[in-house]
């Protein structure tokens, strides 16, 4: 099967997109021109001389084989008007290590980040080759470049000979670097939505005065907000929308148009769209169906019209997607019934009907919105980005996700954690079940990831995953309109006793406290309430209760130095009014901590809560985010003591037999040993003759196992343990059959499992939880996603039964935390290393009180697959 060419699209400071390829042979009269229109001093920086430009110069950069040289062009222009910008290439030196490399950008292209987007995206092909580290050779006046590999973010070293400088750098994403990428992919990405978010002018394609017309209903909607800037209803007859003048095309409008939005047939989208962008529209939002979720044909026409919004530089939201609606911009570019209500939820909708739901919703929870985007097919514009944009947003307070797939979920976690820090995130991610992951899937034609990797994403980017619709809108309601409590202490307040013992029965299931009310706070409630009524938690004013003993008792329960939060329940009574107390609760003396209202009435205001257990639920879920805030962020241990090239070569030979397959247990030692994983002395014995003499050698008493690859030795029968003689190892040897591994028993430990699978969508997922044969029924293996931080080992290590086992059970010592955690680090930088890793059992690891030490390993390895994503932010 031929390699399909390099292509990655790569976003610029300008908010500007460029589309990056391996130059193929047709493309030797487009680098020919560009290597011509350089300046005579850039071509001189680039060659050191003055090269004959032609076919000869240009000969070593086509068609790269990614194994000796590498090369990406910059491409911009119209298919068959494409025009070469920049080139990057590197070539392998003796030390197959290492590689030379260097870059040209055009004159007139220079100073807006494409040096170094070339470098970013070609360091990580020429990792992938097994290349560690660049070297260049520079000019030393050539500042340009030098600037360039300075502000990557790689550690350089530099040595000046003569007028060359020799600048070295290892290509392995460190920390550093990784932050440097995030903040230029965050800088450009803001910089590129601002045409949805702030346009000036709006053009709406395929708005017609045709009753029905959803170009026609979103030029009404935009007219209907209120937006200030010109709107361009384009149709073929030329007729007027919503009292608008329209165009039949949109050559015809004089200026420009910044935001367009398409709304034609799927098959006059692309003629619809080249307009636009040929007129300098640089956002896109295509309405129309008829996209890759119809199947091979919509992919084809979804494909093509992302390379027209390549060519152009822009960008683009949908197809196949509601529309979106901004506040502050007064825009309502959606088909929806009615306006989205302004408040501070940003809300990106993977789905269209779901945003219309939540719309329907907000008047009677009072959720108001900054902006809303739905993101239909995602072809381009996604979560990640709106991540990006919203992080800075003042009008945005809390974010709120419906998510159906995951395009980069790596990139997702790291944007979440950072803005989770700074807001509320909240998501609900459909697909738990295998239906609704087929329904997924159609939808958005991208493949589902397994509910533990999205689970373990949410955890450590600190986003609150919702379970149903009801819950995100519970929890949208809460994070809007209450800070988020410091804790999980909670005092409840009611007029109805029955009703606080169920709230605080749904507080205990909520994972909330009800800590007894300080001397002082019941004191306090004495001199207000009635003597019938309980001080303690709950509080009881009974039912003769008032506004006013609402509005007396809350400020003293609220200053209790332990309570967190408090939740207030209110059952009409005939003699106060449901406005009365709605009003005494949102009026509190103390505005740092939440008093969440629940409000059993047919009367209830927008806002409350209707039963308890919703309160109670939401705020539990909102005490998660204060967890986490606690939480360091952890860093990314650097490790030493492994070496890559060696497991690349154990790998190599796997593949040679095929694609897909365990490997031998020699090559599985050689494998972890590579990284350092501490194991089990080990002897392959192949008959029984040479299992007595390995067990003699390596000391009694030995544990004989199947050396069969892959095997599952227990269920299987093969393993035996605690022999103390050669006549049992040369009996267990018979029965076992073939050959064996034979190897000392270790006692005295906890065992426990260890491992690593990646995850098709998600990448690798490192797993800890109990070992063992009982493993699977005990369960609680947790996951979470590579590379791992001191912190996520930590939590591993110590969280759940795992936890228990470590800490010491049952009058066992406790285990080595240290080796377990340096243990994982290890299991994540190979995973990371090495993809084609599909699954790595370490069971059990015995955990010591010195030591950890695995006694059997299983490993499993797989080509990657090729993957078709462009987008590289």
């Not at 309502?332 to 739901?357: D, V």
């Not at 606080?500 to 406290?513: F, P, Q």
């Not at 065992?751 to 029924?777: S, Y």
């Amino acid at each position: 099967m031929a390699t399909p060419p390099i292509v990655r699209d790569v976003i610029l400071r300008s908010g500007d997109t460029l589309r990056l390829k391996a130059p193929s042979a047709s493309d030797g009269e487009a680098l020919t021109a560009f290597f011509a229109s350089l300046s005579e001093h850039s071509r001189y920086l680039r060659f050191h001389g003055s090269p004959v430009v032609g076919p000869d110069l240009v000969k070593p950069f086509l068609q790269p084989d990614w194994d000796e040289r590498g090369s990406l062009a910059g491409i911009t222009g119209e298919a068959g008007a494409e025009r070469i910008v920049g080139l990057a290439s590197w070539a392998r030196l003796r030390d197959a290590a290492a590689a030379e490399v260097s870059f040209a950008v055009a004159d007139a292209f220079q100073g807006k980040g494409i040096g170094t987007r070339l470098l970013e995206q070609l360091a990580t092909l020429a990792a992938e080759a097994g290349i560690e580290r660049f070297v260049a050779e520079v000019l030393a006046e050539n500042v340009a470049m030098l600037g360039v590999f300075a502000d990557a973010g790689f550690e350089i070293s530099r040595e000046l000979e003569g007028g060359t400088i020799e600048v070295t750098f290892a290509i392995a994403p460190t920390e550093r670097y990784r932050e440097r990428v995030d903040r230029r992919d965050h800088e450009a990405v803001v910089s590129s939505l601002r045409p949805f978010f702030e346009p000036a002018s709006v053009a709406v394609l395929g708005a017609s005065p045709r009753p029905g017309s959803i170009g026609g209903k979103i030029c009404h909607n935009i007219v209907a907000a209120g937006f200030p800037g010109p709107v361009y209803p384009i149709n073929r007859s030329g007729e007027s929308v919503a009292g608008l003048r329209a165009y039949e095309a949109v050559e015809q409008v004089a200026s420009g148009i910044d935001l367009a939005v398409v709304c034609l047939p799927a098959e006059a989208v692309l003629d619809g769209a080249r307009s636009a962008l040929a007129h300098g529209t640089k956002a896109l939002c295509v309405i129309s169906a008829g996209f890759a979720e119809v199947g091979p044909e919509g992919r084809a026409r979804e494909d093509d019209l992302l390379g027209l919004v390549r060519e152009h530089g822009a960008r683009l939201l949908g197809p196949n997607c509601l529309g979106l609606s901004v506040a502050t911009a007064g825009l309502n570019a959606t088909f929806a019934p009615r306006s989205f209500p302004p408040g501070g939820i940003g809300f990106s909708s993977q789905s269209g009907a779901l945003g219309l739901a939540l719309l329907e919703r907000s008047a009677e929870r009072a959720l108001g919105f900054s902006s809303f985007v739905s993101i239909g097919n995602k072809a381009d514009v996604s979560s990640n980005d709106l991540l990006e944009y919203w992080e800075d947003d003042p009008e945005t307070t809390v974010v709120v996700l419906y998510v159906e797939s995951f395009g980069n979920p790596r990139h997702f976690g790291r944007i979440a954690a950072r803005v989770a820090r700074r807001k509320p995130l909240l998501a609900m991610k459909s697909g738990r079940t295998r239906t609704g992951a087929r329904a997924a899937g159609s939808h958005t034609a991208a493949l589902a990831g397994s509910e533990e990797a999205v689970d373990a994403l949410f955890r450590q980017a600190g986003v609150l995953r919702a379970e149903t619709a009801q819950e995100l809108v519970d929890l949208a309601a809460l994070l809007s309109a209450h800070p988020a409590p410091l804790g999980r202490r909670v005092a409840i307040v009611t007029n109805a006793g029955g009703l606080g013992i169920l709230c605080a029965d749904a507080c205990e299931t909520s994972g909330l406290e009800l800590p007894a009310l300080a001397p002082e706070t019941t004191a306090g409630l004495r001199k207000l309430l009635p003597a019938e009524a309980s001080v303690a938690n709950p509080v009881d004013m009974l039912g003769s209760a008032t506004a006013e003993s609402y509005r007396n008792a809350l400020p003293v329960v609220l200053a209790d130095p332990e309570i967190d939060a408090v939740i207030a329940l209110f059952v009409p009574a005939a003699t106060v009014r449901t406005e009365d107390v709605w009003d005494a609760l949102r009026t509190p003396d103390h505005v740092d901590k939440p008093v969440i209202p629940v409000m059993i009435s047919s009367e209830s205001p927008p806002g409350s809560f209707p039963y308890p257990e919703s309160a109670a639920r939401s705020l539990g879920r909102a005490a998660e985010r204060s967890d986490w805030l606690r939480r360091p962020a952890g860093v990314v241990p650097e490790l030493t003591g492994f070496n890559r090239q060696a497991a690349e070569v154990i790998l190599a030979g796997a593949f040679a037999r095929a694609d897909d397959c365990w490997l031998e247990p020699p090559e599985v030692r050689g494998l972890l040993e590579a990284y350092g994983i501490p194991l089990v002395p080990e002897a392959i014995a192949p008959g029984p003759e040479e299992a007595a003499a390995a067990a003699s050698d390596l000391g009694f008493p030995v544990a004989v196992k199947t050396a069969e690859a892959g095997a599952h030795k227990t269920e299987q029968g093969g393993v035996a343990l605690g022999l103390l003689s050669t006549m049992d190892v040369k009996d267990a040897a018979r029965r076992i059959g073939g050959p064996v591994v034979v190897q000392p028993m270790i006692t005295g430990g906890t065992e426990l499992l260890a491992g690593v699978v990646q995850d098709p969508t998600f990448g690798p997922l490192v797993a800890f939880g109990p070992g063992g044969v009982f493993a699977e029924l005990i369960g609680e293996v947790s996951f979470r996603i590579a590379p791992l931080t001191d912190v996520d080992a930590e939590e591993l290590v110590h969280s759940g039964k795992a936890g228990h086992l470590v800490r010491g059970f049952r009058g066992k010592p406790a285990a080595d935390t240290g080796a377990l955690t340096g243990l994982l680090h290890r299991l994540s930088r190979l995973a990371e290393d090495i993809h084609s890793v599909a699954e790595l059992d370490l069971n059990p690891v015995m955990a010591l009180s010195d030591r950890c030490i695995a006694v059997d390993a299983r490993v499993r390895v797989s080509r990657p697959p090729v993957t078709g994503r462009l987008k590289t932010w």
